[in-house]
């Protein structure tokens, strides 16, 4: 996808080190960071400079390559596996990459082990842009069916970012909205402002804005009036682990945007490619929820009137704030899930038919 008409994807090899877009600079700088080290993967992980399951799965892939690159060791390297798949613990691709290029290396000679990391590496990120790109093209037959039968702009709210900044490119949820308006359909995007970290602001609307697609960013709250005044069309959200079940963990809100949608018959689906399905887990209670320093709550960055980047303090000082970074939406509340094989029911049986497992 484009910053400033140029074409990017948001993570790659060149010159000996691993290229990333730092996330957390975002929407006000624009900054390329290098990665040297596989304890550079793993900060870049824990600090968000990368985020968004596949894209922090892709990381991961490539911190297990600088790994190998920095110590050709069994022990090293099992080690920095461990770091890497503790970095966070609730997106499912992480361990999904770590433990596939693990696979892949396990019988590969020393001498040999660094270039084929590398080019499971970048694998996993074609692979990706692949799903995705797939995953747009069934998304776009969902939003063509509403602008037919409605004949005027397909209004559609997304929660958080699960755009091309969350993957490689094209971004899951957004991946049918960039379809659309490559299709000429005329689309406009309600952006949850997604607190704490303001991904919804700071990332898709910043993106939405490279690609030309009209969009208005509303804070987390405001969507279910907008479902009652019919001013949303559909919801398309991304996800961070689904289970075989169908129940989908993601950014903390998706769960009551979800309940909104439900009761407002206004459809709801999750956009995600198959390495986010978490086939062994049965119960969402035993999904990991991340919970993380309260400071993203407390505390709020922006730009001043001199152009500089401050983060200042809104909460009163002697109060405690709880951070919990994502919920669990029930499957009986989600439409469909939007895959790159096809859009199946939320269930079971949906996702077994649909992958054959």
Known sequence: MRIAGKEYRTIWYEDDVVKIIDQTKL?????????????????????????????????????????????????????????????????????????RMNNKLSFIKSEELLDIALKEAEEICN??????????????????????????????????????????????????????????????IWVDETRPRN????????????????????????????????????CIVGTDRTLSTGDVCNKIGTYLKALAAHDNNVPFYVALPSSTIDWETKDYKKIPIEERNSDELSHIEGKDDKNNIKKVLIYPEKSKSMNLAFDITPAKYVTGLITEKGVCEASANGLKQMFKR
Request: hydrophobic fraction near 40%; glycine fraction near 8%; charge should be negative.
């Open 199 to 234: 991904q919804g602001a700071n990332l898709t609307s910043y993106e939405l804005n490279e690609e030309g697609i009209p969009n208005t960013i509303i804070t987390d709250n405001t969507g279910g009036i907008l479902m009652q005044r019919g001013e949303v069309d559909m």
């Open 127 to 188: 692979e990706d842009i692949n799903f995705c790109e797939n995953i747009g093209l069934e998304g776009l037959k969902i939003i063509e069916k509403i602008y037919k039968q409605k004949k005027n702009t397909v209004n559609i709210l997304t929660h958080c970012n699960a755009g091309w900044l969350a993957t490689i490119n094209w971004g899951t949820a957004t991946s049918p909205i960039y379809h659309a308006h490559k299709n000429g359909i005329p689309v406009h």
């Open 27 to 99: 929407p006000h700088n624009f900054i390329i960071k290098d990665l040297e080290t596989v304890d550079h993967a793993v900060n870049a992980i824990k600090s968000m400079e990368v985020r968004g399951a596949p894209l922090i799965g892709a990381t991961a892939a490539y911190g297990i390559a600088l790994a190998i690159k920095e110590n050709n060791d069994l022990k090293f390297i099992k080690k920095s596996s461990e770091k890497l798949v503790n970095a966070r613990p609730t997106a499912i691709n992480l361990q999904w990459a770590v433990h």
